[in-house]
T-cell receptor, first 111, second 112 residues
Framework: GDSVTQMEGPVTLSEEAFLTINCTYTATGYPSLFWYVQYPGEGLQLLLKATKADDKGSNKGFEATYRKETTSFHLEKGSVQVSDSAVYFCALMDGNNRLAFGKGNQVVVIP | SQTIHQWPATLVQPVGSPLSLECTVEGTSNPNLYWYRQAAGRGLQLLFYSVGIGQISSEVPQNLSASRPQDRQFILSSKKLLLSDSGFYLC???????????FGSGTQLSVL
């Protein structure tokens, strides 16, 4: 079935650094794409979404653009804060309402 | 806003015993419902999803099954648990109108 793939391994960076987390998808149709975030000790919450090609989702300084030509939905933030330390999940929903998540990336921001 | 009730919070079961995890949803109607298993390093693995009463889509062939006997009730079951069934199970509900996704608090299952 349709799926998303996230880059391997945790991401450690310094405060105010630029963050990129890669996400690529495999789909037969035109899925909706999401980024979810899980802060320590909390449940998953929606960070941003895009429902069609070239859409840009944005929230809390994070952005991701739905790129059909590269089947990607990379998450970016220009200047991270310690409070951005969390696990970030890329997700895909197909036309049958099947919602699949990537493996997640642990992001650690060091002061 | 939706509320997801998932129980029990923790469960220790012997190998070969049956399983029943229940998830009920308040604050919405006709939601899409999902069962996931979350494991370190493997993220959220989709197990089952349902778009309506009695409609179940299975993702991974295994000894687990799911049922949706009522609109806002989603049950995960097994007739005989395996050691490999240990993990953290999450129920999720997605509101069709708002597209918001809500998660239950999860069940930590240990099969010994």
């Amino acid at each position: 079935g349709d799926s998303v793939t996230q880059m391997e391994g945790p991401v450690t960076l310094s405060e105010e650094a630029f963050l990129t987390i890669n996400c690529t998808y495999t789909a037969t149709g035109y899925p909706s794409l999401f980024w979810y975030v899980q802060y320590p000790g909390e449940g998953l919450q929606l960070l941003l979404k895009a429902t069609k090609a070239d859409d840009k989702g944005s929230n809390k300084g994070f952005e991701a653009t739905y790129r059909k030509e590269t089947t990607s939905f990379h998450l970016e933030k220009g200047s991270v804060q310690v409070s951005d330390s969390a696990v970030y999940f890329c997700a895909l929903m197909d036309g049958n309402n099947r919602l699949a998540f990537g493996k997640g990336n642990q992001v650690v921001v060091i002061p | 806003s939706q509320t997801i009730h998932q129980w029990p919070a923790t469960l220790v079961q012997p190998v070969g015993s049956p399983l029943s995890l229940e998830c009920t949803v308040e604050g919405t109607s006709n939601p899409n419902l999902y069962w996931y298993r979350q494991a370190a390093g493997r993220g959220l693995q989709l197990l089952f999803y349902s778009v309506g009463i009695g409609q179940i889509s299975s993702e991974v062939p295994q000894n687990l099954s799911a049922s949706r006997p009522q609109d806002r009730q989603f049950i995960l079951s097994s007739k005989k648990l395996l050691l490999s069934d240990s993990g953290f199970y999450l129920c999720a509900s997605r509101d069709r109108q708002t597209e918001k996704l809500f998660f239950g608090s999860g069940t930590q299952l240990s099969v010994l």
